[in-house]
């Protein structure tokens, strides 16, 4: 037996719907489909496909988490089929936001749809930010200032690629550069365009196809009070103030 038998049995049972008639709206005979649900065949993926059709559910699922360990009325759907993890509230109701810590950030490619990993995170309510399902994840390095490493960014989930605004923050889980926060822009083909904050680090792109989360920036949860040290681009601000300043000054000596 496999997890994807476990599943299809367990929603086929659910939905009180015999093995005779399930085969006969996926197109196969019940024989084809009972080695399916014993586990003694693999399904195709134009079966994974048809089944995962008929329960509104989405493949990922179907192979890689218990169903039985979850409600499945009360998941987010998303294009493409596509789902995640139902969101939790604490005894009064308010949305519960998953940190994911420094020490458990390795795991979250693997874990991120999977219940238990998502449940076993350490959890924080923030009663000020407003509706959606939001996340916390840690900063590193120095590419994103004034945000330090230590901190934690908590992001909004963003439901669809087109809800992405240029010029603004996102935390991306990607299958090839794992997690990453940066500043992103649409200005290329079927990819996003990733800024850093710090010129220091180059620009690069990431092919839509290749990612797996976005989440926009919310707020910063930090323990450093450090007073941001002045650029040369501040201090030309401050000297063009000034100078705005004494030429109102002037303007206004001559009118009287």
Same mark, same amino acid.
């Given at each position: 037996?496999?997890?994807?038998?476990?599943?299809?049995?367990?929603?086929?049972?659910?939905?009180?719907?015999?093995?005779?008639?399930?085969?006969?709206?996926?197109?196969?005979?019940?024989?084809?489909?009972?080695?399916?649900?014993?586990?003694?065949?693999?399904?195709?993926?134009?079966?994974?496909?048809?089944?995962?059709?008929?329960?509104?559910?989405?493949?990922?699922?179907?192979?890689?988490?218990?169903?039985?360990?979850?409600?499945?009325?009360?998941?987010?759907?998303?294009?493409?089929?596509?789902?995640?993890?139902?969101?939790?509230?604490?005894?009064?109701?308010?949305?519960?936001?998953?940190?994911?810590?420094?020490?458990?950030?390795?795991?979250?490619?693997?874990?991120?749809?999977?219940?238990?990993?998502?449940?076993?995170?350490?959890?924080?309510?923030?009663?000020?930010?407003?509706?959606?399902?939001?996340?916390?994840?840690?900063?590193?390095?120095?590419?994103?200032?004034?945000?330090?490493?230590?901190?934690?960014?908590?992001?909004?989930?963003?439901?669809?690629?087109?809800?992405?605004?240029?010029?603004? !923050?996102? *935390?991306?889980?990607? =299958?090839?550069?794992? #997690?990453?926060? %940066? @500043?992103?822009? +649409?200005?290329? $083909?079927?990819?996003?365009?990733?800024?850093?904050?710090?010129?220091?680090?180059?620009?690069?792109?990431?092919?839509?196809?290749?990612?797996?989360?976005?989440?926009?920036?919310?707020?910063?949860?930090?323990?450093?009070?450090?007073?941001?040290?002045? !650029?040369? *681009?501040?201090?030309? =601000?401050?000297?063009? #103030?000034?100078? %705005? @300043?004494?030429? +109102?000054?002037? $303007?206004?000596?001559?009118?009287?």
């Amino acid at each position: 037996m496999s997890l994807f038998s476990d599943n299809i049995r367990a929603l086929r049972i659910k939905h009180q719907i015999s093995q005779e008639k399930l085969a006969e709206q996926l197109g196969i005979t019940r024989g084809r489909y009972v080695k399916y649900e014993d586990g003694t065949s693999e399904a195709p993926y134009d079966i994974l496909k048809k089944i995962a059709h008929h329960y509104h559910i989405s493949i990922d699922l179907l192979l890689a988490v218990d169903v039985r360990k979850i409600d499945l009325q009360d998941l987010i759907k998303l294009e493409n089929n596509r789902l995640i993890l139902p969101i939790q509230v604490d005894a009064i109701g308010e949305n519960v936001i998953e940190v994911v810590t420094q020490k458990v950030k390795a795991g979250y490619l693997n874990g991120y749809a999977d219940p238990e990993y998502i449940e076993s995170l350490q959890q924080i309510s923030l009663p000020f930010l407003g509706p959606g399902k939001h996340r916390g994840f840690p900063v590193e390095g120095d590419s994103m200032p004034p945000h330090e490493e230590g901190s934690i960014i908590v992001g909004r989930y963003v439901e669809k690629l087109g809800e992405v605004q240029d010029g603004k !923050t996102y *935390i991306l889980i990607t =299958k090839n550069q794992g #997690m990453v926060y %940066k @500043r992103l822009n +649409k200005n290329k $083909k079927n990819a996003f365009v990733l800024e850093s904050d710090n010129r220091f680090y180059p620009n690069f792109e990431v092919k839509f196809s290749e990612i797996l989360e976005i989440w926009e920036f919310e707020c910063n949860i930090g323990r450093t009070d450090k007073k941001e040290a002045v !650029t040369e *681009i501040d201090s030309l =601000k401050a000297i063009l #103030m000034e100078v %705005k @300043r004494e030429v +109102k000054e002037i $303007k206004e000596q001559r009118n009287i």
